[in-house]
């Protein structure tokens, strides 16, 4: 199985420039807007490919009530990552905005945690006593603003 694929709301159409510009996808339960570019940009990605050249420590966070994405893609997408770790949490579904974030969070911050990863500067993710915080914005070049997380 491969690990991720284009989204299911634009796979029937079989042709890139039949993709409307924005397209509802039903997430959760509920309907979210995406862009064309969205679905083109995974259109031909072969995504186990470029999850293989990944050559970072990665946390794979998937809810064990997700009906959005089958666990089974986070399996393989974490057999393919050379170095991943895959962790359910317990009652989330495909997002994790709920009470089930603060889990989510906590596995995030303990992965991150100075130690865990030797990649990981100390204080980008985890404060020296442990507690989580966002971690800041950088500039990226060409100057827009992203948080690497």
Same mark, same amino acid.
């Given at each position: ?77 974490? %057999? ?40 990981? %500067? ?28």
């Amino acid at each position: 199985m491969t690990a991720l694929r284009a989204p299911a709301t634009v796979r029937p159409l079989r042709d890139p420039r039949a993709v409307p510009w924005t397209y509802a996808a039903r997430v959760d339960g509920r309907d979210i807007v995406l862009g064309r570019r969205y679905a083109l940009d995974a259109w031909d990605l072969d995504v186990d490919a470029a999850l293989g050249r990944l050559r970072a420590p990665v946390l794979l966070l998937h809810g064990d009530r997700d009906a959005d994405a089958p666990i089974e893609a986070s399996e393989a997408a974490a %057999r393919i990552l050379p170095d991943a770790r895959l962790e359910r949490v317990a009652g989330a579904a495909h997002g994790f905005g709920d009470e089930r974030l603060t889990a989510a969070m906590g596995s995030t911050a303990r992965f991150l945690s100075p130690g865990a990863a030797s990649w990981v %500067r100390r204080g980008t993710a985890v404060e020296p006593d442990g507690a989580a915080r966002p971690p800041a914005p950088r500039k990226l070049p060409g100057g827009s603003d992203t948080i690497l997380m």
